[in-house]
């Protein structure tokens, strides 16, 4: 029981190193780098506290040096997650009832592990597993990992303070209480702070969960796994899987004590879980949670009265960071013909100046795509490009994957605002862009509003504030996260929560209290002090 109101640490955003040459931080990271590439890490399983080791097994590959084996992981059986579910619902009820002081208290030791003794090793093990640069790393797989922990823990207590009014006569109280049941997270290869986050977000609200991590992050989710056991995470509260996705998730979906959904993937493997929860619903103690950060089709739209500099940053940072691999990263651009060469010219020369391969070169700004099948779809989308009469490729368009996967990056210009690629979710260094007429203005908005499907990121760029006021009404709906005169990406935790609508997701903010809000069921609890004893009411006479 409580024995105090307890004020956590005020969270901070954790400071991006520069990883400069000559730098503490590079030295470090280079040597982590180095062990992890040339050792042999095996992954198991992590069910009821202990390592779970199968007969099937599959390697781990750098996409940048897809030859190169650093590690095996093992697969599940159907048995291995009928045991996951058994035991995490067998912690619950301890964990559950641990005071919430306690349960920060673990994540936000984890936070400082990351920040400290492990910030070299999960950076090095993001770099190779999912080809990553350091910087990309650092930001990814320490800073923000760090800024979800801490601010999580804020937004917990925020939670927590938001209380009912009260009377003389009665004391009203809510208890945020964890869902009934378990938690299954699924978690995608891009992001390792966002591999941490959506097991650890329902965990820290009292949940137990069955994590899924990516099969291409393996190397980085038992980094994340062994900073969560060191923090002290109990035995049994996050149960981690690997194996076949669909048996996988048939069999949680079918257990009665699934209670709900954090995923982040592609749009048509959330709607198909979707589909099975719905159809599973009268099975079900209680209606599901669903939570799902999904796709993107983001874009850059650009006024006549942007400056080009401006705009071609934003295009080559936007669409080029971790080789288009975010789901915020731009990937249609709409620039106005009057400064469309200047925006041109511009792009062609960062482009050309930008340095591809291994991210233990850290003067690499490209790197590998994450494996063969994400090569093989952006190739072909490439190379129908230099065929199709409608588009032209002004920079960019090559591919090789003889030693890693890698995509040069590529801007294609279209005449058909409606051409495959503005429309289309490639997830790779792709980006293709419609030139419009200055007058067309208002009506290029409505276009931009109805070429996709998605609703994740989007940026205008504008010195005029009048066009800047047209376009984010017009793009209200267009974008989770809209940004004015920015690239579409690098959302901040607790400074910009993130998410979209229509087929990018739910829009439940990640990296704010609005997403936390969805791993609680509020109990009201009504306390009256002196209790009637006569039914009747002054107004019966």
């Not at 492990?118 to 990553?132: C, D, E, H, L, V």
């Not at 009265?305 to 975010?326: D, N």
């Not at 979710?425 to 998605?454: A, C, H, N, Q, R």
Request: proline share 5%; aromatic share 10%; glycine share 8%.
């Amino acid at each position: 029981m409580g024995k105090g109101f307890f004020q956590v640490p005020i969270a901070v955003n954790e400071e991006v190193k520069s990883y400069a040459p000559g730098s503490p931080e590079r030295k470090e990271v280079a040597a982590a780098y180095k062990e992890l590439f040339n050792a042999h890490t095996e992954v198991p399983m992590y069910i009821n506290g202990k390592e779970v080791r199968t007969k099937d097994t599959r390697t781990i590959h750098p996409p940048h040096d897809h030859k190169k084996v650093v590690g095996e992981y093992h697969l599940a059986e159907k048995t291995h997650i009928d045991q996951a579910i058994a035991g995490a619902l067998d912690a619950r009820t301890e964990w559950a009832e641990l005071p919430w002081e306690q349960r920060a208290g673990i994540f936000l030791k984890a936070a400082e592990l990351i920040a400290g003794p492990y910030r070299a090793k999960i950076n090095a093990a993001t770099m190779i597993n999912q080809s990553k640069t350091i910087y990309q790393a650092e930001i990814d797989a320490a800073c923000e990992l760090i800024d979800f922990l801490r601010f999580n823990v804020q937004f917990m207590t925020d939670i927590y303070n938001e209380q009912p009014e009260s009377t003389s006569g009665a004391w009203n109280r809510l208890e945020y209480r964890p869902l009934e049941g378990f938690i299954y997270a699924i978690t995608p290869f891009n992001f390792t702070a966002i591999a941490a986050n959506l097991p650890a977000a329902c965990a820290l609200m009292g949940n137990v969960v069955v994590w899924k991590p990516s099969d291409s992050q393996m190397l980085s989710a038992k980094i994340i796994l062994d900073i969560f056991r060191e923090a002290g995470v109990p035995d049994g509260v996050i149960q981690v899987v690997h194996g076949d996705p669909v048996m996988i998730t048939d069999t949680v979906l079918a257990s009665p004590d699934f209670s709900g959904l954090h995923f982040t993937g592609s749009t048509h493997v959330f709607k198909d879980i979707w589909k099975k929860i719905g159809e599973n619903i009268h099975n079900y103690k209680t209606y599901p949670r669903i939570v799902g950060e999904t796709g993107g089709k983001d874009f850059i739209v650009a006024h006549p009265s942007a400056p080009a500099q401006q705009v071609a940053t934003a295009i080559s940072r936007g669409a080029f960071e971790f080789q288009g691999q975010k789901c915020s990263a731009a990937s249609r651009g709409y620039i106005p013909a009057s400064i469309w060469e200047d925006v041109k010219k511009l792009v062609i020369k960062d482009v050309k100046s930008f340095k591809m391969g291994s991210p233990e070169d850290m003067s690499n700004f490209i790197t590998a795509v994450i494996h063969e099948g994400s090569f093989d779809k952006l190739a072909k989308y490439i190379d129908q490009a230099k065929d199709d009469a409608n588009a032209e490729i002004i920079v960019g368009g090559g591919h090789d994957k003889k030693k890693g996967y890698f995509i040069e990056p590529t801007v294609i210009v279209t005449t058909d605002p409606n051409y495959t690629t503005m429309h289309t979710e490639l997830f790779g260094p792709v980006m293709t862009i419609y030139v419009y007429e200055d007058k067309d203005w208002i009506e290029m908005l409505k276009l931009v509003d109805k070429t996709s499907e998605y609703a994740l990121t989007g940026a205008i760029l504008s010195t005029d504030r009048y066009a800047v006021q047209e376009a984010t009404k017009a793009l209200q709906n267009a974008a989770g996260n809209f940004y004015i005169n920015d690239k579409p990406t690098g959302a901040v935790v607790g400074q910009q929560p993130f998410g979209g609508a229509r087929a990018s997701g739910t829009n439940d903010k990640a990296g704010s209290m609005l997403n936390l809000l969805r791993w609680v069921s509020p109990r009201m609890i009504k306390e009256t002090f002196v209790t009637p004893t006569d039914y009747r009411y002054p107004f019966l006479g």
